[in-house]
Nanobody
Framework: QLQLVESGGGLAQPGGSLRLSCGASGGTLDHYTIGWFRQAPGKRREGVACLSGTDGTTTYAHSVEGRFTISRDDAKNTLYLEMNNLEPEDTALYYC??????????????????????WGKGTLVSVFS
């Protein structure tokens, strides 16, 4: 059973940067489509970014495109989310997730059409002046 553990959350000022990490055990991440999701207080969970395990393509939510970068280190079996130019609206609990389905591309996960099978417990990001 794949297990995911997030880290790297914390406090940041607007315009600042954070890098989230997601360590995996019980499986290798390059066999899965993987992604980052977030849930702000009082809001529904939303897709942030994903990396397809089938064709290596990435998809970003419009709200983070150009500011966030998803990547994977196969040697470390770890997923990352580099977050730059942070905004107060980025404040949320961030989750990493993985799914073994073999779709081409991964936009359906960010859009909420497809669901991930494996989830971490989340790491909190707070952005404020």
């Amino acid at each position: 059973q794949l297990q995911l553990v997030e880290s790297g959350g914390g406090l940041a000022q607007p315009g600042g940067s954070l890098r989230l990490s997601c360590g995996a055990s019980g499986g290798t991440l390059d066999h899965y489509t993987i992604g980052w999701f977030r849930q702000a207080p009082g809001k529904r969970r939303e897709g942030v970014a994903c990396l397809s395990g089938t064709d290596g393509t990435t998809t970003y939510a419009h709200s983070v495109e150009g500011r966030f970068t998803i990547s994977r280190d196969d040697a470390k079996n770890t997923l990352y989310l580099e977050m730059n130019n942070l905004e107060p609206e980025d404040t949320a609990l961030y989750y990493c997730a993985a799914d073994g389905a073999r779709y081409f591309g991964c936009s359906g996960y960010v859009a909420g059409t497809y669901n991930m099978d494996y989830w971490g417990k989340g790491t909190l990001v707070s952005v404020f002046s």
